[in-house]
């Protein structure tokens, strides 16, 4: 079955200290996609980045940088320089197939504190 | 270009009462998720749709809960009669059904308190 770990339930930083949160998957296809979503206090869920299997390539926006290996089933993300609006709850989710369409398998989330 | 709306942002009600929520996803899109989250149970997949048509409503919790598709631009999520523990934040995403594409999009959710 298809399942995604975020080990790290909280994680507390000082402003400016890097910070990587961890996400570990299983799947048995050999096509999948990997997300990131950041949830800020306020509640939403936003969007922040998509991955194939196919591409590890490392990304990097910003502060922001994601490492996918395949070999480890692993797509971390790390935060360079944290600030303190960087503090929210990130989820790392995969999709998988079902009837024609595609939903999410979501991780428990990671909750980020960056103090001033 | 709007993204997913949702409607009432938050709601108070009274158990026993029904609740009504409501999603417009984004025009284009042709699969539609209802998500509930509370702090104890994280992220939980209710139901989703692939043109208007329900896929999986394996989440659903109970026969209290029901939701419709009736076109392209329009879902609801209705629990009768409604509990307090159905007390939650409740987010509606939509996305485009293709390999590759399969981004979802959230909605800002609604806040539902049943007291």
């Known amino acids: 079955a298809q399942k995604v770990t975020q080990a790290q339930t909280e994680i507390s930083v000082v402003e400016k200290e890097d910070v990587t949160l961890d996400c570990v998957y299983e799947t048995r296809d050999t096509t999948y996609y990997l997300f990131w979503y950041k949830q800020p206090p306020s509640g939403e869920l936003v969007f922040l980045i998509r991955?194939?299997?196919?591409?590890?390539q490392n990304e990097i926006s910003g502060r922001y940088s994601w490492n996918f290996q395949k070999s480890t089933s692993s797509f971390n993300f790390t935060i360079t320089a944290s600030q303190v609006v960087d503090s929210a709850v990130y989820f790392c989710a995969l999709s998988e197939e079902f009837s024609g369409t595609y939903k999410y398998i979501f991780g428990t989330g990671t909750r980020l504190k960056v103090l001033a | 270009d709007a993204g997913v709306i949702q409607s009432p942002r938050h709601e108070v009600t009274e158990m026993g009462q029904e609740v009504t929520l409501r999603c417009k996803p984004i025009?284009?899109?042709?699969?539609l998720f209802w998500y509930r989250q509370t702090m104890m149970r994280g992220l939980e997949l209710l139901i989703y749709f692939n043109n208007n048509v329900p896929i999986d409503d394996s989440g659903m919790p109970e026969d209290r809960f029901s939701a419709k598709m009736p076109n392209a631009s329009f879902s609801t999520l209705k629990i009768q009669p409604s509990e307090p523990r159905d007390s939650a934040v409740y987010f509606c995403?939509?996305?485009?059904?293709?390999?590759?594409?399969?981004?979802?999009?959230f909605g800002p959710g609604t806040r539902l308190l049943v007291l």
């Open positions: 025009s284009g899109h042709n699969s």
């Open positions: 991955r194939n299997s196919f591409d590890e």
């Open positions: 995403a939509s996305s485009w059904a293709a390999r590759g594409e399969e981004t979802q999009y």
